[in-house]
C-alpha cells in the first residue's frame, strides 16, 4: 500500500515528539513509533524500560497499543525512528502481522532516523517466517471490522 510522502511526514513527525518521552533508564536508547490507522489517525508511543528485565515495551507495541487503546486494529503503515535505519525488534515485527491478520493486509513498514532519512520495506520482507494463525483468524478480522 502507497503512501504519500505528507502521510510519511506526519509519521515521523509523530514518533519524534514521542521519542523524546522514552524512559530509558538502563541504556539511553531512545526510540520512537507511529501507526497510521485505515482512516488516516495517527497513533505515537515510545520504548519503555523496567528495571525489571522483560518488563519494558518496545516503541512499535506502544503506538500499536495505543492505537487499540482507542479502537483502531486496521492499520496502514507502522513508522519507527531511532539513531539510525533500523529495522523493528522481532518480536514488534510478529505484534505487526498478528495486526496484519486483523486487516487482511501487511502494514508498510517506515524505518527512519532523527536525520529525517527513511526507508520503507513490506512487512514480509523483514519477517518472511512469521507466524500465521488459522485459528483464531475469523474472530480477529471481526475487529477490523470496528469502526
Known amino acids: 500500500m502507497k503512501l504519500t510522502k505528507?502521510?510519511?511526514?506526519?509519521?515521523?513527525?509523530?514518533?519524534?515528539?514521542?521519542?523524546?518521552n522514552a524512559f530509558v533508564v538502563h541504556s539511553s536508547h531512545k526510540v520512537g513509533a507511529s501507526v497510521l490507522t485505515?482512516?488516516?489517525?495517527i497513533f505515537a508511543g515510545c520504548n519503555v524500560q523496567s528495571i525489571i528485565s522483560g518488563l519494558g515495551t518496545c516503541a512499535e507495541?506502544?503506538?500499536i497499543d495505543h492505537a487499540v487503546?482507542?479502537?483502531?486494529?486496521?492499520?496502514?503503515?507502522?513508522?519507527?525512528?531511532?539513531?539510525g535505519l533500523l529495522p523493528p525488534c522481532g518480536a514488534c515485527l510478529q505484534y505487526m502481522l498478528?495486526?496484519?491478520q486483523v486487516a487482511?493486509?501487511?502494514?508498510?513498514?517506515?524505518?527512519?532516523?532523527?536525520k529525517k532519512h527513511y526507508r520503507i520495506y513490506a512487512l514480509s520482507a523483514l519477517l518472511p517466517l512469521g507466524y500465521r494463525t488459522k485459528r483464531y483468524l475469523r474472530k480477529m478480522r471481526a475487529?477490523?471490522?470496528?469502526k
Open 98 to 100: 498478528l495486526f496484519s
Open 104 to 114: 487482511g493486509r501487511e502494514p508498510v513498514i517506515v524505518c527512519a532516523d532523527t
Open 61 to 63: 507495541r506502544s503506538a
Open 38 to 41: 485505515d482512516d488516516g489517525e
Open 69 to 83: 487503546a482507542h479502537g483502531r486494529y486496521r492499520f496502514r503503515a507502522v513508522c519507527v525512528i531511532d539513531d
Open 143 to 146: 475487529y477490523g471490522k470496528r
Open 6 to 20: 505528507k502521510e510519511i511526514g506526519r509519521m515521523m513527525k509523530a514518533a519524534a515528539v514521542a521519542r523524546k
